[in-house]
């Protein structure tokens, strides 16, 4: 399967852990996005990297959350001192600058407890 | 600011029931616009799109949408729906003319067998 891959696909944690998720994306895609999803709602976006460049934060990213794509493959996104709110599905994308489309990953479910 | 809003937030239907889900769209210049699916326990997946030319739009499992500029819609319809339609739909401009995805809250989809 050479589509974006999310991992891990659940993860449960305590209030105050830190938890890291990671996403690969498309191998030729220089775009790679960060949304969040909670219950009854859209994605809503985080962040996006065009190569290692992280161009655009949401105000929704707290200074708890940090994003990294070091080497313009995989991104790393890391929420410190995880709080109840927290707790949604964090997806992953990834497409080219010129894109007319992107390609989800099946996203990392986090429960914060 | 640019969005596109969902006024259907849960729909049910009965198998073989005619579906149309709404889709407005607030921003002006040059309109493009997706309906992306999300299966349950899956990512999103594009249904179809609307960049220019024809109005009336064909995408996949049957699925269809109509611009109309006069209404700033692009409503989801489909002539008869079946069980696995069951979903959530979201209506969203692509990312290359804003970015980033914006999009709908999202239209909870129950087609009951």
């Known amino acids: 399967d050479t589509g974006v891959s999310q991992n891990p696909r659940h993860k449960i944690t305590k209030r105050g852990q830190n938890v890291t998720f990671r996403c690969d994306p498309i191998?030729?895609?220089?775009?790679l996005y960060w949304y969040r999803q909670t219950l009854g709602q859209g994605p809503e976006f985080l962040t996006y990297?065009?190569?290692?460049?992280?161009?655009?934060k949401s105000r929704l990213l707290s200074d708890r959350f940090s994003a990294e794509r070091p080497k313009g493959s995989f991104s790393t996104l890391e929420i410190q001192r995880t709080e109840q709110g927290d707790s949604a599905m964090y997806l992953c994308?990834?497409?080219?600058?010129?894109?007319?489309?992107?390609?989800f990953g099946q996203g990392t479910r986090l429960t914060v407890v | 600011a640019q969005s596109v809003s969902q006024h259907n937030h849960h729909v049910i239907l009965s198998e073989a029931a005619s579906l149309e889900l709404g889709c407005n769209y607030s921003y002006g210049g040059t309109v493009n616009l997706f309906w992306y699916v999300q299966y349950p326990g899956q990512h999103l997946q594009l249904l179809l799109k609307y960049f220019s030319g024809d109005p009336l739009v064909k995408g996949i499992k049957g699925f269809e949408a109509e611009f109309i500029k006069s209404k700033f819609s692009f409503n989801l319809r489909k002539p008869s729906v079946q069980w696995s339609d069951t979903a959530e739909y979201f209506c969203?401009?692509?990312?290359?003319?804003?970015?980033?995805?914006?999009f709908g809250s999202g239209t909870k989809l129950n087609v009951k067998p």
């Open positions: 969203a401009p692509p990312p290359c003319n804003f970015n980033k995805f914006y």
């Open positions: 994308a990834s497409s080219l600058v010129e894109a007319t489309k992107a390609f």
């Open positions: 990297f065009q190569n290692e460049a992280q161009l655009e």
């Open positions: 191998s030729e895609h220089n775009r």
